[in-house]
């Protein structure tokens, strides 16, 4: 989860988009778009809940990618969020 996903949607949605977006836009509409991309990204999910929460997890992604000017942070985060939500919450629930 951490390396294959969390890895290569950061690499795709805050290494290539929302820098490009920022560059053209201002990083306010560009962390904004790129967020809207990545839960776009995630329709199969088919829950609003789910794709708010997917929103926010890419407006929390974009701003440490935009704070730290890294990859590493926004990698991290989203790949040990999604070991938790695959591999905790379920035991939780």
Do not use: C
Request: hydrophobic residues 60%; aromatic residues 12%; glycine residues 12%.
């Amino acid at each position: 989860m951490v390396v294959f996903v969390g890895l290569g949607e950061e690499l795709l949605f805050r290494g290539l988009v929302q820098r490009d977006m920022m560059n053209l836009l201002g990083w306010k509409w560009g962390l904004l778009g790129a967020s809207l991309l990545f839960m776009v990204m995630h329709l199969t999910w088919r829950s609003i809940a789910e794709l708010g929460f997917t929103l926010l997890a890419g407006l929390l992604f974009g701003y440490l990618y935009y704070r730290t000017r890294s990859l590493t942070v926004p990698i991290v985060a989203h790949g040990m969020g999604n070991v938790i939500l695959v591999a905790v919450m379920p035991y939780l629930l």
